[in-house]
Each structure stands twice: as structure tokens, then as C-alpha cells.
């Protein structure tokens, strides 16, 4: 096999676990976990509640550091250096929503206007066609985040992650406050998409055809 060959084939994974094991409060969550996401896959991880899963996605973002092994994003070790290179690669979705404390579109402007996002056409004509397409009223705009209910609020973390379009998405249980119409919806949106997906979900739901379905990570 040509080394050109073997090159392109190590482009094909966005997402790369190599031998990582990791220790959180005395309980071994990984332990030479290995794994290899191609480009535009799929992956759904429904492994028991305290396994690691949303632990798995930080590691990714680099919010933890494995005790051991190494972690690779589109050709790039996840380490201090490379991080903001990385995460602008990446539309995030935490469990919860972490939204800013402010007005909606106060909270939305801002984040579009940090430096990793500037290349992203933003506009109140976009931001409000969206809150349409996702059933959301157009006075929420003026709501505080921290008034708005569970359901708006992953709703709108769902607006920010569409209107980045970033490649790579992580997902942290993001249809657990919706109602199964809305639900169904935003499944569709993502297996059909050409982005590559690590979703983290109980829901069976979510085990789709074109996913990959991972219940264990020991």
C-alpha cells in the first residue's frame, strides 16, 4: 500500500480515539478505549447512565484531559495548542443547554461575534427565519434564557448549532425536553446531514438506521 494511500485513508477519520483510558473519582470510565469515526458517520452512544458517554464528548472539546492515550480531530491532537483550532470545527450540544444569562438575541449576537465564528453569515432575518422553522415564537428574542422553559431553551441551543453549521456535531441527550413531532424533526435533520455525529442518547429513538449503536465503552 502506497504511503499516499495510507494518507488519504487517515484523512477519512474526522474522529479518532487512540488507547485512552481514563480515571474520574475513583472509577475507571475508559481503559484503552480505541475508536474511529469516518467522515459524515453517524455514532450513537447509549451505554447505562455513569459509563462515561457525556465524559467521552469533553474529551473531544478538550474540557478533560485522559489519564492516558491520545485524542485526534481532524489530524490534530487534542491538546492546549490545538483547541480553538478544533472547537471551531465543532457545533456542541450540552446536556442542559449552556446558554449566557441575557436577552436571547443579545446572547446570540454575542456568540456571533466572537473570532472563531466571523466567517458565519449572521443576520436577526436568519436568526428569526430559524426560530420559525423550529416552532419558536418571535417575542422569545426578548426573553431572558434564564426564563425561558426546558424545551425552548434545546430548541434554541439547536438554532445556535444549525446557523454555525459547523462539520462535527456532539450531542449531549438533545432531545430530551421535546415533544416527539419536534423530536423526530431534529433526528432527521441530523442523519440525513453530511456532518459527522457523536450523539449521546438513551432515547431509542435515535437508533436509526445509518447509525452506529455503542452500549458499552469498557
Not at 456542541?92 to 466572537?114: A, C, H, T, W
Not at 456532539?170 to 415533544?179: G, I, Q, V
Not at 441530523?190 to 447509525?211: F, M, Q, Y
Request: proline share 3%; glycine share 8%.
Amino acid at each position: 500500500m502506497s504511503g499516499f494511500f495510507v494518507f488519504k485513508l487517515y484523512l477519512f477519520f474526522m474522529i479518532r480515539f487512540k488507547n485512552v483510558s481514563l480515571e474520574l473519582g475513583n472509577k475507571q470510565l475508559l481503559k484503552d478505549f480505541n475508536l474511529k469515526v469516518h467522515r459524515g458517520e453517524k455514532i450513537v452512544f447509549s451505554a447505562p447512565s455513569g459509563s462515561g458517554k457525556s465524559t467521552l464528548l469533553k474529551l473531544i472539546l478538550g474540557f478533560i484531559d485522559p489519564d492516558d492515550g491520545k485524542i485526534i480531530v481532524k489530524e490534530k491532537e487534542v491538546k492546549p495548542g490545538n483547541l480553538k483550532s478544533i472547537r471551531s470545527h465543532i457545533g456542541y450540544l450540552s446536556q442542559g443547554i449552556d446558554l449566557p444569562n441575557g436577552k436571547v438575541r443579545d446572547v446570540f449576537q454575542e456568540i456571533f461575534s466572537y473570532s472563531a465564528n466571523k466567517s458565519v453569515q449572521f443576520s436577526d432575518n436568519k436568526l428569526i427565519e430559524k426560530l420559525k422553522e423550529l416552532s419558536l415564537e418571535k417575542n422569545i428574542l426578548q426573553k431572558n434564557t434564564s426564563e425561558i422553559s426546558g424545551g425552548e431553551r434545546q430548541r434554541l441551543g439547536w438554532a445556535l448549532v444549525m446557523l454555525l453549521d459547523r462539520g462535527i456535531l456532539l450531542l449531549d441527550e438533545p432531545t430530551s425536553a421535546l415533544d416527539e413531532k419536534t423530536k423526530k424533526f431534529f433526528i432527521n435533520y441530523t442523519l440525513n446531514s453530511k456532518k459527522t455525529v457523536i450523539c449521546v442518547s438513551h432515547d431509542p429513538e435515535w437508533r436509526v438506521s445509518g447509525a452506529k449503536v455503542i452500549s458499552s465503552l469498557i
